[in-house]
């Protein structure tokens, strides 16, 4: 069975920030793209994040950039959210997810998601 667990998640004030976790069991996270989504109420899902090693090709959104950043621990099967600097908007549900090939690629596998609310 194939799991992804994102945790890390809380309350922050605006301007702080928060790493959030992805653990993978199942399936190795370095075999696939990971990318990071999120979904605040009333609004779409949106991609904020994607780094896939098959290519090297890496997304962020223009609202994160400079703000947010990835990284893996290949020998816990984890991948990282780095969240700094954050901001009322960036509050959400967010969701790691498996992706192949590469970045833009389908969807394999999600997490459930772990929320994020920046006081302002």
């Known amino acids: 069975e194939v799991r992804l667990v994102e945790s890390g998640g809380g309350l922050v004030q605006a301007g702080g920030s928060l790493r959030l976790s992805c653990a993978a069991s199942?399936?190795?996270?370095?075999?696939?793209?990971i990318g990071w989504f999120r979904q605040a109420p009333g609004k779409e899902r949106e991609g904020v994040l994607c780094?896939?090693?098959?290519?090297?090709?890496?997304y962020y959104m223009d609202s994160v950039k400079g703000r947010f950043s990835i990284s893996a621990d290949n020998a816990r099967n984890t991948v990282y959210l780095q969240m700094n600097s954050l901001k009322p908007e960036d509050t959400a549900e967010y969701f790691c997810?498996?992706?192949?090939?590469?970045?833009?690629?389908?969807?394999?596998?999600w997490g459930l998601g772990t929320q994020v609310t920046v006081s302002s």
């Open positions: 997810v498996a992706v192949s090939p590469v970045c833009g690629g389908v969807t394999d596998y």
């Open positions: 199942g399936i190795t996270l370095e075999d696939y793209a």
């Open positions: 780094i896939s090693s098959n290519d090297g090709s890496t």
